[in-house]
């Protein structure tokens, strides 16, 4: 079985930062990608940044520069620093791995920013 549990998230006046934890836990495989996906109201959900075990990252054009996703010495975990956040950010966010074509997600944590 998989799981992924997130912390962090919260409120957040713009301009300001805010960090996630994600732990995987189960039959996880190190060798995964893991990342970060966020979904506003009324809008899909989309890709925010991933990691591959080499240290390779993929980053939403909207978040460039401003956030930072990485992977823990412990295996299986997951970060993302969000600095200079916006008003546009605000939604829930899920920590994500694909394994053998499924996809996993962790409970989802709102983030909401405030102009």
């Known amino acids: 079985q998989v799981q992924l549990v997130e912390s962090g998230g919260g409120l957040v006046q713009a301009g300001g930062s805010l960090r996630f934890s994600c732990v995987g836990s189960?039959?996880?495989?190190?060798?995964?990608?893991m990342g970060w996906y966020r979904q506003a109201p009324g809008k899909q959900r989309e890709l925010v940044a991933a990691?591959?075990?080499?240290?390779?990252?993929t980053y939403a054009d909207s978040v460039k520069g401003r956030f930072t996703i990485s992977r823990g010495n412990v295996e299986k975990t997951v970060y993302l620093q969000m600095n200079s956040l916006k008003p546009e950010d605000t939604a829930v966010y899920y920590c994500?791995?694909?394994?053998?074509?499924?996809?996993?997600w962790g409970q989802g944590t709102q983030v909401t920013v405030s102009s």
């Open positions: 189960g039959s996880i495989l190190r060798t995964n990608v």
């Open positions: 990691i591959a075990v080499g240290g390779g990252t």
């Open positions: 994500n791995t694909r394994q053998f074509g499924f996809d996993y």
